[in-house]
């Protein structure tokens, strides 16, 4: 039973998604908490801005626990993920699973967390000394079926 997703502009709490997971059956509860980095990609980071397609983006995270949730039976899971402006030392998503035994709460925390960066529409922008750039943008006119620039990837700014 999923217990918590959302996508908020105020800091988030650790302890509201211990409590969303928290049940009598959970004989261990996993977290993940990702906060904003000082540096990616050896480039120095000052600023996180995070966007996001919300109601899409909630939707999404439902469906990913759903799974989750027939994976790994008995699991409970919480989740949530700040949009806005970060700095360094910001915590930006967390995560809670809880399940009857830690190996699963660990499993299904992982499962988690990647695939809501794989799947969930949320887009980050970095900003350092050499100004923002978007990470992991690609524009889509650039894919091996459109153009001379087949397979391009316009990566930071």
Known sequence: ??????????????DECVRAVSHPAAG??????GTVRAENDGRAVTVLEYEAYVSMAEKEMG?????????VPGVRLAVLHRVGRLV???VAVVCAASAPHRGEAFHACRLLI???????????????????????????????????????AHHRR
């Open 63 to 71: 469906r990913i626990a759903e799974g989750i949730e027939a994976e």
């Open 114 to 152: 990647d695939r809501i960066k794989e799947r969930v529409p949320i887009w980050k922008r970095e900003h350092g000394p050499d100004g923002p750039y978007w990470v992991g943008w690609q524009d889509a006119r650039c894919t091996p079926d459109h153009g001379d620039h087949a397979g391009h």
């Open 88 to 90: 360094v030392g910001d």
């Open 28 to 33: 261990g509860i996993d977290l993940f908490v």
């Open 1 to 14: 039973m999923t217990a918590l997703f959302s996508v908020r502009n105020d800091p988030l709490s650790v």
